[in-house]
């Protein structure tokens, strides 16, 4: 049997009573059995329902700055996708194109809205272009003001930056 005694506020010893011979025979068991091993964690993608993923690419994210003489500023990579409201016609209002990117840890860099006359500016294996997003830097509001700031995508090749560029102009509600 097993008694756990407290010497000291830190400490905590375990003292055997009983026989010797059946605390060997148990360990013996014990080194026999394989020690079970915890599931290591994965990444799943959520999938939500009432959703379809249009177009999904890794990209490095950049925002401008308010003040314009301090360039622009490196928000992370992270897995870019274009989703849209499943059942609805492409490009149109109902379907509420919406552009996520999300790094490997799941934290969401960029949620916006694809509006209506989207520019944007390709250049090499870059694609800018103008969000709406929440403004985080806002104490007083706690997140509710809308600000729109220019964001950069900086992707893998020229090629997949044209495909952003055109998945972006096809999703965007034309009426």
């Known amino acids: 049997m097993k008694q756990l005694q407290q010497i ?3 400490f905590l010893v375990v003292a055997l009573s009983g026989n010797q011979n059946t605390s060997e025979a148990s360990a013996d068991a014990d080194e026999d059995a394989e020690p079970e091993k915890p599931s290591s964690p994965s990444v799943k ?3 939500e329902k009432g959703v379809v993923v249009v177009h999904e690419t890794k990209c490095k994210v950049y925002v401008k700055h308010d003040d314009a003489t301090k ?3 490196d928000i992370g990579v992270g897995q870019l996708s274009i989703r849209s409201k499943e059942g609805t016609e492409k490009a149109s209002k109902e379907s509420t194109p919406t552009i996520v990117i999300r790094n490997d840890v799941g934290k969401i860099l960029l949620n916006a809205l694809i509006y209506k006359g989207i520019k944007m500016n390709l250049q090499k294996n870059t694609v800018a272009s103008i969000f709406h997003t929440s ?3 806002s104490s007083e509001s706690a997140g509710d003001t809308v600000v729109a700031r220019t964001y950069l995508f900086r992707l893998k090749n020229v090629e997949e930056a044209t495909k952003l ?3 972006i102009k096809e999703n965007a509600p034309s009426d």
């Open 165 to 167: 560029s055109t998945a």
């Open 71 to 73: 360039g622009w500023k």
């Open 45 to 47: 993608k959520a999938e």
């Open 8 to 10: 000291d506020h830190n």
């Open 135 to 137: 403004d985080a830097q």
